[in-house]
């Protein structure tokens, strides 16, 4: 049976792609060729730190040239889409480089998704492989996905890595490692062509996925980590997020690969691991996300050991509010670089320049784009025409990272990119007189009761600095009066945790009107996390919707008694 291969396009014009190569902006090489320039150059570095201990340059491209001529052997070719779905392990990087050094295209997705989500990935990347876990934690990822291609046509391997037993039907990760490294002549691919896929759960009802080639990962990307390491000495990397995030996109390609640096990788995040690691291991940089690291500092309420202070802590993913950053830049001793980015191809962060990052009325700002990752305009959202200084619109950006186009999905590629080639992020903000980016709102990301529009992230901001909440999130639960009333969910600080009237007080004192305040409260002691390391919204709408007392007991417009 035949099957058609997917298409991955690219909706820049290509002399503006070239333009990026000529000015040095982007490297003009394939992953694993730089990769294996690294290794030439440092034989015995270290690359990856992790469970298992150390691994160094040369051993790690050795596996990596095993696993590749396995994968050869299995009929992988170039251009192939093969599904990765690991936790932060060397065996994660492993695949990454060795499909990288055969021309493939990596769709990794983190340990913990659903075999439906995955099911829906791998179907519409035509995926022909997916490299899976035989366990962790309760799954059994590797047994799943082959339950799953006896109705795929395309998929015709699956991978299984250890510790334990290969399920019946898969092929054996280690039998793989076996092959011969010296036969393998690694594929040559077109710098500018795909090299990974990112997911990326977004507003959409299926997870969106985004192509990314080597030069926006290596360069783009790249060029991204650079601005943060002020001396070029090569980093050593604590990743608190999953590899297979695209927050974590930023490891492998960037931090190996770019930068000969060092990985220093957590099978799953806990605040006492990451502290342990921070303190065995000392890294130059820190790369979580804002929930996290407030895990990591009530842990540090009871201790006066100092940390050793890395070069920056880089929090992204979810909004930073001002309380966070100054607790965190005093705990961890170094600047605090407040990221804001995407999948979807933007990036700006508050660099090196200031310990907290800088705040406006709104919050912690975006920082200054820079022109060698992502180009950043503000735009009409109607008719994507550039707006003056000062004026708010939707952010839009191009640039050295700027993905190829959505997976298998046209629609998207017509709804966020612009016909120049401009990605459409769906955030509202403005850029000041000295260029820095403000983010001030969603296009669409809103709560509407009784017609009247609320942003959750402007609320969580002003809750964020109450004295009593530890951390955060807001949501819209459903209402058949209102249509839907706006929830917090609660960690909070010390022991008894807020009522819902002194958050409303609070909120009247930071100048939040009244329709804005939230009408249920739910207090837990740590907020869920998505397998991509975010708060997970709909893990808490779906509790508080279970929860939620009966709406016809409540006065129009007034709040409802706590949901828990």
Not at 333 to 358: E, K, R
Not at 387 to 397: F, K, M, Q, R, T
Not at 529 to 538: F, N, S, V
């Amino acid at each position: 049976m035949t099957v058609d291969r997917l298409e991955l396009h690219d909706l820049l014009p290509r002399e503006l792609r070239r333009s990026w190569v000529v000015d040095g902006t982007c490297p003009d090489l394939d992953l694993y060729s730089l990769f294996r320039a690294r290794q030439i150059a440092n034989l015995h570095h270290t690359a990856v730190l992790d469970a298992k201990g150390t691994l160094c340059y040369t051993a790690l491209d050795r596996k990596v040239r095993c696993l590749a001529a396995g994968l050869r052997g299995l009929g992988i070719r170039p251009g192939d889409v093969v599904g990765v779905q690991l936790p932060n392990h060397r065996s994660a990087v492993i695949a990454d480089l060795a499909l990288a050094a055969l021309g493939a295209v990596a769709l990794p997705f983190p340990v913990g998704r659903g075999v439906l989500e995955a099911e829906c990935l791998l179907r519409r990347a035509e995926a022909v492989a997916v490299i899976a876990s035989v366990a962790h934690k309760d799954f059994r990822h590797a047994a799943d996905l082959h339950a799953l291609s006896r109705t795929m046509p395309a998929l015709r391997h699956v991978v299984a890595v250890g510790p334990g037993t290969a399920p019946e039907g898969t092929v054996a990760w280690s039998e793989l490692l076996r092959s011969d490294p010296g036969a393998f002549v690694p594929a040559r691919p077109d710098p500018d062509g795909a090299a990974r896929i990112l997911v990326s759960s977004g507003s959409e009802a299926e997870p969106k996925m985004i192509a990314y080639s080597h030069n926006a990962l290596a360069g783009g990307r790249g060029n991204f980590l650079a601005s943060l390491i002020p001396d070029g000495t090569p980093p050593r990397c604590l990743f608190l997020v999953p590899l297979a995030s695209a927050f974590g996109s930023n490891g492998t390609a960037v931090t190996l690969a770019r930068h000969g640096g060092t990985l220093v990788l957590l099978d799953r995040f806990t605040p006492d691991a990451a502290l342990t690691a921070l303190r065995e291991h000392e890294p130059t940089h820190v790369l979580g996300v804002p929930t996290m690291i407030r895990m990591m500092l009530e842990r540090l309420d009871a201790t006066d050991e100092p940390l050793p202070a890395p070069t920056a802590l880089v929090l992204g993913g979810a909004p930073l509010d001002e309380t966070t950053a100054e607790a965190a830049a005093k705990a961890f001793g170094c600047p605090v670089v407040n990221l804001y980015g995407s999948a979807d191809g933007v990036n700006c962060h508050t660099g090196l320049a200031h310990t907290v990052p800088p705040t406006d009325g709104a919050g912690v700002v975006a920082g200054r784009p820079d022109p060698r990752v992502a180009e950043i305009r503000i735009a009409d959202p109607d008719t994507h025409a550039a707006l003056p200084d000062g004026n708010v619109g939707e952010i839009i950006s191009r640039g050295p990272m700027t993905p190829l186009c959505y997976v298998a999905a046209p629609d998207l590629d017509a709804r966020y990119r612009t016909p120049d080639g401009w990605v459409r992020t769906g955030d509202l903000g403005y850029l000041d007189p000295d260029g820095v980016l403000h983010v001030v709102g969603r296009l669409k990301d809103i709560v509407i009761r009784g017609g009247a529009n609320i942003s959750p992230a402007e609320v969580e901001r002003e809750l964020s600095s109450h004295p009593r909440v530890r951390d955060v999130v807001c949501v819209g639960v459903p209402d058949p009066l209102m249509g839907e009333r706006l929830a917090a969910c609660v960690v909070p600080r010390g022991g008894r945790p807020p009522t819902l009237d002194e958050l409303g007080a609070h909120l009247t004192g930071r100048g939040l009107e009244r329709q804005k305040h939230p009408e249920h409260l739910l207090a837990v002691d740590v907020l869920p996390l998505t397998p991509a390391g975010k708060p997970d919204r709909a893990a808490l709408r779906e509790r508080l919707t279970e929860n939620r007392p009966s709406a016809s007991a409540a006065e129009p417009g007034l709040p409802l008694a706590q949901a828990g």
